[in-house]
């Protein structure tokens, strides 16, 4: 049976008419407890708009959902995607599922950077009509061989390799829906804290916590560079009056950085790095961060799933994309429980072997470390140079050190490094590129189109294209402003067909995990997790290729276990027979720090 949760309804209803493309449809009000809706059940699939609204209602019941579609994530998936192209859905005019703004426009205006990391987050809450069209709308989308919308929804679908284009779509709409529970249920149960190890490692660097004031450390550093510079009444939290007081005291730097300020000659150098240092700990994960985000001994930050354009995930508050070294002693394992850290290794340069079957690469990587094993096979002379060279494949890395070693990874890996290269001359052509499982990049939008048709002198329609386009009073710089653009958006499409298929195991990693601790059950005593995961095995914490489990401490050898497995389940699930490994850096742990090392 299918579950609509149907904003602003009243009570639940019977199945629905005709009319309605799902057979054995249940639409079930927001007032409704949800415990006489799932039951034991496990045939139940929830549909709703927006998973992080409507399971945190269900979690704080202390019910879990066993699978759920979330039309919200699917029809981001679908709208934009060159499998879907030609569905009434991505037709359509823009709707409550739709981002505030066209995401190419979003991008890239004429002198705008890539914005590959940008995060989005939702709004608007459709009605009742609007989330039954969705969801006819998405049955259709997802027409073709093998199962529809609803089977998307029970986590089946056939594997990539061995169905059409429309099944690797299903499976990336399951997946995404498996995150957003897996997202919902590690704010649920939150990433446990110890506020009393947070407290001292504040106190041992800032000095004692002083209200609103600047802790005394902080204001040590301050005076000594306000003495330095000769400036009583400098503000060294205000970066432009920093940099102007450099340069009055000649110092010809362009920038506060750490990078540029190390070359420098001048006793202001040391208690300004020391300040930024300490400045950037008390601003992001001090003592009112601590209250604000741990007020109960539990991080639960505001995960926003596939909220960069290549399927990453970010956050809306807290910082849950980075935690600092100095902080990570604080996150400690409940008594009598541990923490279990995986590693996903080179993660991005194994899915590329895999996207682009290149043998040789996944060879290097087979059951060791990919970047040495590169340098066994006599590609390159160290484990540095591998991953520098990588990294520049990865991203576009035309200059310095990654040039130099690109030759030589070219003639060793032409499938792989050919196909990140056909990626980034499609974007450079301002063609959109897919991931794997059919996540289709954004085109470059009017203002890319304007200058790449300025540089050509005036392109067929460019009437209506704007100033932009229009005239040639400086032909050499518009070519060198429209090939600048074209590479700029070459290296955004280059990195978005690795970047959003590792994307793609890692949402795969997490839903195989995630059915695995619930299936371990429970044991030990009770941690400080709320119901339903005080006695289980739960996910805490996922950043791109890392995932944190808290675990009873008598299943915390089988949760290593299980956890690795799901990395090979996922990789197969993914490139099915292809030899490519997925090797975790696995680790069990009283305290994140000694995972990290």
Known sequence: MLIVVVPGASSAGGDADDATPLVGVRRVGQDVAPHGVVG???SVRWVWDDTAHWYSRLLADGVRVERCLDLRLAHRVLRDSLTSAGSVLARRASGPFDAPAEQGDALAGPDAPVALFEVRAPRERPDEAALLAEVADQDAALAGPGPDVRAAAAGRGAGPDVGPAHARLRLLVAAESAGALAAAEMRHAGLPWDREVHDRLLTDA?????????????EELAARIRAELGAPRLNPDSMPDVLRELRRNGLPVTSTSKWELAGVDHP???????YKKLSRLHTANGWAWLDRWVPDGRFRPDYVVAGVVTGRWGSSG??????PKQVRRAVRADDGWRLVVADAAQLEPRVLAGLARDDRMAEAGHGRDLYQ???DAGVVASRDQ???GMLGALYGGTTGSSAAVLPRLTRAFPAALGHVEAAARAGERGEAVTTLLGRTSPRPGVGWAQVQAAALGGAPGDDDAGPAAAGSADPAGQEARARAQSRAWGRFTRNFVVQGTAAEWALCWIAEVRRRLWALGEAGEPSRAPA???RRPHLVYFLHD???VHAPEQLADAVAVEVREAAVAAGRLLFRDYPVDFPLSLAVVRSYADAKG
């Open 40 to 42: 034991e059940d496990r």
């Open 206 to 218: 800032l000095g004692p916590r002083q209200g609103d004031a600047r802790p005394p450390r902080m």
């Open 268 to 274: 202001v150098v040391e208690p300004l790095l020391a």
């Open 318 to 323: 807290g910082g849950a994309q980075q935690l």
């Open 373 to 375: 094993g590169m340098v």
């Open 386 to 388: 591998a991953k520098v």
């Open 532 to 534: 339903p995961f005080a």
């Open 546 to 548: 890392e995932l944190v």
